[in-house]
Structure formats: structure tokens, C-alpha cells
């Protein structure tokens, strides 16, 4: 069952890849904090911004390290998120993505059993502009699998935030 929604998050992201993907790239990078909710975690991590490959719709791959509640988790999330067009320089986002995460579970008299997981996220948010090019966000993930149910987190994107690599076009 997951190989097979791997599978087809795989094809659709390969269809909705233009040949002319002009703006793909490396844009910037920046760290993301967060809790989680079931289990209950905090979370540490980093994001790359690697552009828009149909207009206002960028590729923002990260990973994380979570720790709380007898879990582990590391993982890698693929997201891409619609940047709406607004006036203004709050941007508002929304999105989703494929998450796989080796997650290792402590059990009691000092065992622990680990499993790799495939999930899928929704995701939401707002990002503005810092200066220098640079950008600060508040998301909010919502899991659909056996990983995090919910996720709050804040980050900062250096070098590619709002006002660095493409951004929504303008009304």
C-alpha cells in the first residue's frame, strides 16, 4: 500500500514538472523548529527553497530529527507548497507532501523496535519578508499515516524567502 502511494505521488509530481521548469534551483536554506502531537515531540530541522516549477508553486523539501513521548523519529518530507497571489507582503501558503521517516520506538526493560513509515501531509502557512532577501514562516502540518498527527512550527528561509527567488506574481 505505501510503495503504491509512493508511486503515484511520484507520477503526479513527474506530469506537473513543465519542460520549461525555468525556476528550479537552489534558492536558500534555513532552519524549523516545532511540537508535535501525537506522539507528543519537539522537533528540529532545516529546509531547502529549490524554487517554482509551475508558477506559485515551489518545491520546498526538509528534514527533521523529533524526540519525546518514547519516540524517535528522522525524517524527510518532499512538500510543494501554492503561494497565493495578495496584496501585500504576508504571503499565505498551502500544500502537502510524502514524508519517510525511520522512526525507532523505546519499550520497556530497555528494548526498542524501529520501523521506516510513509506518510502523507497537508500543509499550511504564512511567510514574509525579512531583509536581505531573507524570510520568516509559521506552518501548521497535519499527518495522515503512523507519524505525527499535527505539527506547529516557525522557520526562516535565508537567501530565497519571499523577496529572494520567485515569488507569486502580482495582481
Known sequence: MKLRILVIVLALLVLAVPASAQELGYYGIGPRVGVTSDPDQVFAGMQFNF?????NLRFQPNFEIATGDD?????ITTPVHYRFVVQG????YAGGGITFAY??????RDRSDSDFEIAAKAIGGVEWPLSNGNAFFLELN????????????????FGGGSSGGP?????
Open 71 to 75: 519516540f524517535d523519529i528522522i525524517s
Open 89 to 92: 507582503k504576508v504571503v499565505p
Open 51 to 55: 524554487g517554482e516549477f509551475v508558477p
Open 103 to 108: 522512526v525507532n520506538m523505546d519499550l520497556p
Open 142 to 157: 497535519v499527518g495522515f499515516g503512523d507519524i505525527q498527527d499535527v505539527a506547529v512550527l516557525a522557520g526562516w528561509m
Open 167 to 171: 515569488t507569486p506574481a502580482q495582481p
